[in-house]
């Protein structure tokens, strides 16, 4: 061999482990262990945020319900053009209420009309229409004659057939009279002056009537002239029932007497 270096580099092997010998005689394999995943930080805080979106839906403010009405500006708080149309409002819902024979609903209606506007004849004609209705015949009186005061310079009949009506209802004949003469002459060709005319005429004969028989000590006559004149109003008046009181004392009926003085 001439001039050949050989070099003869070492070469190192790593012997790999066998099979366990364990398992091989066991001839089993271990339990094989579940992996359970831990929920990254990202997804805890995505949790979070879900849990307080429900929660702030559920704090939210409930909607408001259509049908309920809004709340109204109060009487005191309003402009004089707002309590005008207010007082209207009050009454047509008044005469609503009045047609279907709601007459204390509408006579509460037509009290708030005539609050928030007091010089309004109507209102008050309305109302004193609807204490009739309920019988209440010496409120309806107040309310006419204050619309009548209110219109002095331009009657209507509407108020003064009211009111004469009213006056007849308490047996007040004489006023009722000259309401009806008035009425008479502000219009003439009202079928309905002539009925009322009639009916204040045959009260004013019962009490002419009982007058006279007072008089002369007439008891029965007395008794029978009260009661025809009773029968045409709707409240019998003070005087009238003096009148039978004494007529039953003069008649020695003193248990009657006691409790019609009662």
């Not at 805080?45 to 939210?60: A, Q, W």
């Not at 409120?139 to 619309?147: N, S, Y």
């Not at 308490?170 to 009639?198: C, F, M």
């Not at 006559?221 to 003070?238: K, N």
Request: with cysteine; hydrophobic share 35%.
């Amino acid at each position: 061999v001439t001039g050949v270096q050989t070099c003869a580099l070492p070469i190192c092997s790593r012997a790999s482990p066998g099979p366990s010998t364990n398992g091989a005689a066991s001839g089993s394999s271990k339990p094989t262990k579940r992996n359970y995943s831990v929920p990254s930080s990202s997804e805890e805080e995505t949790d979070s945020e879900d849990d307080s979106e429900e929660d702030d839906d559920s704090e939210e403010e409930p909607e408001a319900d259509e049908n309920v009405p809004p709340l109204e500006k109060p009487d005191s708080d309003l402009t004089p053009a707002e309590a005008l149309g207010r007082a209207e409002e009050r009454k047509e819902a008044g005469n609503v209420l009045f047609k279907k024979k709601d007459y204390p609903s509408a006579t509460r209606l037509y009290t708030q009309a005539i609050a928030l506007a007091p010089t309004n004849p109507a209102y008050l004609t309305n109302r004193a229409a609807s204490l009739m209705a309920s019988r209440s015949y010496s409120a309806a009186l107040a309310d006419c004659v204050a619309a009548t005061a209110i219109q002095a310079s331009k009657p209507q009949s509407k108020t003064l057939l009211r009111l004469a009506r009213c006056q007849l209802a308490l047996g007040l004949i004489l006023a009722a009279q000259q309401t009806l003469d008035q009425l008479l002459q502000l219009d003439p060709g009202n079928p309905q002056v002539g009925s009322e005319r009639a009916r204040a005429a045959r009260i004013a004969t019962h009490v002419a009537n009982v007058r006279r028989e007072l008089a002369g000590k007439n008891w029965s006559m007395v008794l029978l002239g009260v009661d025809a004149a009773a029968r045409e109003v709707e409240e019998t008046p003070r005087e009238w029932r003096t009148w039978k009181v004494e007529a039953l004392v003069g008649k020695k009926s003193y248990d009657q007497a006691a409790g019609m003085a009662a």
